[in-house]
């Protein structure tokens, strides 16, 4: 059974930085692609970040150089940093592995 966690989200004022975490068990990480994606009130859910088996990584053109996506093999957890925090990048934030196992989201709010 593999189970995803997310962590870390809260309320941030415009400016700040998050760090999202996303705990794997019963699956190593360190195989195949994770990522993020989120889902903002009344909006579609959208993709945010991906990191594949072999370390390319992809960006939402409205985070580039803002977010970063990372993972850490040893504690089979993937992450999420978020600087420069934007009122818009307010939503619920869920990672995934494989776009086949996805945690239960962990929300974030940036006030202006």
């Known amino acids: 059974q593999v189970q995803l966690v997310e962590s870390g989200g809260g309320l941030v004022q415009a400016g700040g930085s998050l760090r999202l975490s996303c705990a794997a068990s019963g699956s190593t990480i360190s195989i195949g692609a994770v990522g993020w994606h989120r889902q903002a009130p009344g909006k579609q859910r959208e993709f945010v970040a991906l990191?594949?088996?072999?370390?390319?990584?992809n960006y939402l053109d409205s985070v580039k150089g803002r977010f970063t996506i990372s993972r850490d093999n040893e504690k089979n957890t993937v992450y999420l940093q978020m600087n420069s925090l934007k009122p818009e990048d307010t939503a619920v934030y869920y990672c995934?592995?494989?776009?086949?196992?996805w945690g239960q989201g962990t929300q974030v709010t940036v006030s202006s």
């Open positions: 990191l594949s088996s072999t370390g390319i990584t």
């Open positions: 995934h592995k494989d776009w086949q196992y």
